[in-house]
């Protein structure tokens, strides 16, 4: 069993950024951050895969960076020039399975953090 605990959260002015963190208590293969809006499904933000890989939602590319330590323990997800739309609680996710099914699919993530709220205010 891995534990995942974000941190990083908080209110800040469109256009500002946040940087997200989760410290895992295990090894894993692949990583992501998921987010859900209130009245919405959650979704996919951005992923980095066994081999390094990244991918990201259309709606974040450019603006959002995914990173980890070389131990794996340790995911950051730094987020530039936010906007209302971003407003969400952040979940950081992480997969046992070496390959993914595809990309930023949910199912395929058996870890997850408890979430961190991340509010954009206009």
């Known amino acids: 069993q891995v534990q995942l605990v974000e941190s990083g959260g908080g209110s800040v002015q469109s256009g500002g950024s946040l940087r997200l963190s989760c410290a895992a208590s295990g090894y894993t293969y692949n990583q992501a951050w998921f987010r859900r809006t209130p009245g919405k499904e959650r979704e996919g933000v951005a992923q980095?895969?066994?081999?390094?890989?990244?991918t990201y939602a259309d709606s974040v590319k450019g603006r959002f960076t995914i990173s980890r330590d070389y131990a794996r323990r340790s995911l950051t997800l730094q987020m530039n020039t936010l906007n209302s739309e971003d407003t969400a609680i952040y979940y950081c996710?992480?997969?046992?399975?070496?390959?993914?099914?595809?990309?930023?699919?949910?199912?395929?993530?058996?870890?997850w953090g408890q979430g961190t709220q991340v509010t954009v205010a206009s």
């Open positions: 996710a992480a997969s046992t399975r070496m390959h993914l099914s595809e990309p930023l699919r949910e199912t395929d993530f058996n870890f």
């Open positions: 980095i895969d066994h081999y390094s890989s990244t």
